[in-house]
């Protein structure tokens, strides 16, 4: 069964604090994975797409990798606006997304 | 492109009553999905169109809940006699079927509709 798990499920940053946000996924033929943000109360908003271990994506102060396992979201020096839920999700060519529970990121100024 | 909309944002019903929302995908997506999230959850799929087909269903997706997409455009997804169970954020989303890979398989969501059933 296609399967997401996201960690860690909570990060306090300070302001400047770079980090990363980890996805990891079993999926039987990853067609696609995709990291959306979160703001309370809001539907997801898309960052980025990937397909290939190797690949990686960048906008602003967030990066995105990929490998055959896992995904990476890594934030440089992030902002207090960059304070939201990170949500991961797989495709594996139904159309349908398989989610995992997000990574709930603060950042304290 | 105003993006994708949905109506009403918040819903207050009693158990055992009917809910209907509607969703309005960005204009010449083809595809729609709906999705529904619950605190501290990512969201899970429940069903999706091609047009105005509807292709695929998630086991969610009890027989109190029905979606339709008549004429392929907006969507409806109804829930009848609601249990405080059904009590989430229920999400559309669509996607563009042609153009490129990328323009196929992101899914562009809409605001949620909050369902709260006392």
Redo the contacts between chains.
Sequence with gaps: EDQ?TQSPEALRLQEGESSSLNCSYTVSGL??L?W?RQDP??????LF?L?SAGEEKEKERLKATLTKKESFLHITAPKPEDSATY?C?V?SG?????????TRLKVLA | DTGVSQDPRHKITKRGQNVTFRCDPISEHNRLYWYRQTLGQGPEFLTYFQNEAQLEKSRLLSDRFSAERPKGSFSTLEIQRTEQGDSAMYLCASSLMGGTRQEQETQYFGPGTRLLVL
């Design positions: 997401v067609r696609g995709f959306y109360g809001k539907g997801p908003e898309f797409t397909y949500l999700a495709e139904t159309y349908k997304y398989i989610f995992g529970t997000g």
